[in-house]
């Protein structure tokens, strides 16, 4: 079956912009997770969803990030007023259900260059 | 704050012989662990796993140990093949919370 899948691959913008990124899960998954990766970092964690509800934000970096998944499954992160430090790519991971032993399998993820 | 470390960013190995890969935690509330491979251009791929109850899991020529006293887990791949050749990065959480993973270490192995 179909992986976890994300548009666009590549986004350019200038700072300032709003940007939208999507993340499309593996049917019937019902736990979502947004990543970050820099440059040379491994996957930092931003938001987990639990069906339509963000369960856990904590690791949204300030109040210029949004996710949302109104229908618990395809998801999409907002990022308003962006910096160069916004730069990274963007990674999705979904798994069957919420819990620590459920395989996160993730997409190939949304590279974001801020000029 | 970094709670999963990778101290080695990379490693060299010859085709057959022994990889292994060191990562090393601070959380003691840490309880399952996870290696994950990652190619250019793709997301992370589960490789294995361990909970913190186990100090060894065995999935073909990939073996995970872990050390709970020292905070740290291993991932011995062998033989090791051109094709293991990817940056692998371990992740540990405490169970129903979110995952921290390590820096990655990219791994090249030697035909």
């Known amino acids: 079956g179909a992986g976890v899948s994300q548009t666009p691959s590549n986004k350019v913008t200038e700072k300032g912009k709003y940007v939208e990124l999507r993340c499309d899960p593996i049917?019937?998954?019902?736990?979502l997770y947004w990543y970050r990766q820099s440059l040379g970092q491994g996957p930092e964690f931003l938001i987990y969803?639990?069906?339509?509800?963000?369960?856990?934000d904590s690791g949204l970096p300030n109040d210029r990030f949004f996710a949302v998944r109104p229908e618990g499954s395809v998801s999409t992160l907002k990022i308003q007023r962006t910096e160069r430090g916004d730069s990274a790519v963007y990674l999705c991971?979904?798994?069957?259900?919420?819990?620590?032993?459920?395989?996160?399998?993730f997409g190939p993820g949304t590279r974001l260059t801020v000029l | 704050d970094q709670q999963v470390k990778q101290n080695s960013p990379s490693l060299s190995v010859q085709e057959g012989r022994i990889s292994i890969l060191n990562c090393d935690y601070t959380n003691s509330m840490f309880d399952y662990f996870l290696w994950y491979k990652k190619y250019p251009a793709e997301g992370p791929t589960f490789l294995i796993s361990?909970?913190?109850?186990?100090d060894k899991n065995e999935d073909g020529r990939f073996t995970v140990f872990l050390n709970k006293s020292a905070k740290h887990l291993s991932l011995h791949i062998v033989p090791s093949q051109p094709g293991d050749s990817a940056v692998y990065f371990c992740?540990?959480?405490?169970?129903?919370?979110?995952?921290?993973f390590g820096t990655g270490t990219s791994l090249t192995v030697i035909p």
């Open positions: 049917s019937g998954h019902t736990a």
């Open positions: 992740a540990a959480s405490s169970t129903g919370n979110q995952f921290y």
């Open positions: 361990i909970s913190s109850i186990k």
């Open positions: 969803f639990q069906g339509t509800g963000a369960a856990d």
């Open positions: 991971a979904s798994s069957f259900r919420k819990g620590s032993t459920d395989t996160q399998y």
